[in-house]
């Protein structure tokens, strides 16, 4: 109101500097709807591979996710299966799940089906639930705008931003499929499918890139990498889950720019590194996060000790623990993170726990207690594990030093603990790093928890001095008697 007080007072004409931005506007918002790839864009000619040219077939794809497909065709929408459901039944994977894009906002989503629910702040999502299964629906993504466009820019998509490192921050501009498409990571999740015409329109040479089983970002790989650090974790688990080879430039600046990995929020990290350990390829994983200087940022703690010792204990703890978190997950046997973390971490708390024990002189259950809150302190920055998995951390680096104590009915109440299969699990990774007498104290309970009771009582009684209750000392309560004589 002031500005146009000002503007009348002082008879300057409509079409000054400052007025130009508002007269353009209309011509911005009538040009926001071609693609940008026909102008600039990083994309190559796009692909169609027909049905009879691709293996992908509707009897493969979720009954859930056609009915989503086909609706919002029928609503007068675009809809494509993306990424990597395409991916993966291409490479005749079972895909864990698939997503939908379409030209429909959310809002629109959500008016097409009632079993819709928006979700998101960063990305605005559309979750249409079937029962236990969900599609999720999002919407083309378009680019963010920069400094240069941004007062030509409609109040509406003003939703991007980037840190000064480059990273998106908010991202709801809704664009073109071409420009989807360029906002994808990866060649072979730029891949839709369409129920139109059953065809596959790859926008990024994806086929190709599946074909010579390589990894390959989209763009400049600095670029990508700075607007999401998360995509070279995604690299490193795309290529072990793929059986990929991750392409020289887009491996290359991944030592370089870990760091920026430290900008992401610790609970993220935490989802993208379970990801990686829970899926089957947790040994694999581990040995090229170590090899691009990854695991530095993640867990700086464990690549001190293992820059220390390349091959020592804490190397062979941590991939024996990972080697059988990956047969189980092939026999389909359940698993948790407590445990993978409990072995990747006992080695700092260990060092920790003696450190305090030479400095400070505490007995061994403070010093260890004190340790094991500090290195869990010092990785929530990092890696934001949930209270239920650094609880049962605890217990399993807590319960070590109470196996070694057999005496009496100690050995009994041992097996009476809840966490007593997992710390005895972690004892008998513990005897393969290291051997000596943690080999016999693993061997002795395993046959102690499957004896029966005579047996059990023989192996206490044949720990000798070993298997005896140390005598407690008694505590001189008494008061000290006043002298009867008078001083001289």
């Known amino acids: 109101m002031l500005d146009f007080c000002r503007r009348t007072l002082s008879g300057k004409p409509q079409g000054d ?28 000619p796009l692909q169609v591979i027909t049905r009879d040219q691709h293996s992908v077939s509707r009897r493969d794809i979720s009954p ?8 919002l065709k029928d609503a007068g929408f675009e809809a494509y299966l993306v990424g990597g459901c395409i991916r993966d039944l291409l490479l005749g994977l079972k ?10 906002h ?30 999720e629906v999002a919407t083309f993504r378009g680019h963010h705008s920069g400094s240069e466009d941004e007062e030509s820019t409609a109040p509406k998509l003003k939703t991007a931003s980037l840190s000064d490192h480059g990273q998106i921050l908010r991202d709801n501009v809704y664009g073109s499929i071409e420009e989807d498409a360029e906002r994808r990571d990866f060649t072979i999740n730029a891949l839709y499918y369409s129920v139109k015409d059953f065809a596959i329109y790859d926008f990024a040479n994806g086929m190709r890139d599946i074909a010579a089983r390589r990894i390959e970002l989209i763009g400049d790989p600095e670029v990508r990498y700075r607007e999401d650090p998360v995509r070279m974790l995604r690299a490193v688990r795309f290529a072990t889950k793929l059986n990929m080879d991750i392409a020289p430039d887009a491996l290359t600046p991944i030592s370089q720019l870990a760091v920026l990995l430290k900008n992401i929020p610790a609970p993220r990290l935490f989802d993208e590194l379970v990801k990686m350990l829970m899926a089957g390829k947790a040994f694999d994983n581990f040995m090229l996060l170590r090899d691009t200087r990854i695991l530095k940022q993640l867990m700086p703690q464990l690549d001190k000790i293992l820059k220390q010792e390349p091959e020592g204990k ?39 726990s003696q450190t305090l024990l030479i400095e400070s002189g505490l007995n061994d259950i403070d010093a260890l207690n004190i340790a094991m809150t500090e290195v869990l302190d010092d990785i929530q920055r990092t890696i934001a594990i949930p209270k239920r998995f650094s609880l049962t951390m605890r217990d399993i680096w807590a319960l070590q030093s109470r196996l070694t104590k057999r005496s009496g009915r100690r050995a009994f109440k041992m097996l009476e603990q809840t966490k007593f299969r ?30 029966d009771e005579a047996e059990k009582l023989e192996l206490i009684n044949s720990l000798g001095r070993e298997g005896q209750d140390r005598p407690k000392r008694r505590r001189n309560n008494y008061k000290r008697k006043r002298s009867s004589t008078p001083d001289a």
């Open 17 to 44: 500097k400052k007025q130009q931005p508002a007269a353009t506007k209309p011509a911005a918002t009538a040009t926001a709807s071609v693609p940008k790839a026909t102008v600039s864009s990083i994309l190559p």
């Open 64 to 71: 859930s996710a056609l009915k989503v497909l086909y609706r």
């Open 95 to 104: 895909p864990k799940d698939f997503d939908v894009v379409t030209n429909a």
């Open 106 to 135: 959310p809002e629109q989503v959500k008016q097409v089906f009632r079993n819709c629910r928006l979700i998101g702040r960063r990305f605005r999502l559309a979750h249409v639930v079937f029962g236990r299964e969900i599609i």
């Open 314 to 352: 804490a190397f062979q703890l941590v991939t024996h623990a990972l080697q059988d978190t990956d047969q189980r997950v092939a026999v389909d046997k359940p698993v948790t993170p407590a445990f993978i973390f409990a072995a990747m971490l006992w080695y700092p708390v260990e060092l920790r």
């Open 422 to 451: 997992g710390a005895f699990d972690f004892l008998q990774l513990r005897a393969q790093a290291e051997g000596g007498s943690l080999t016999e104290l693993a061997s002795w309970w395993q046959q102690f928890q499957f004896a």
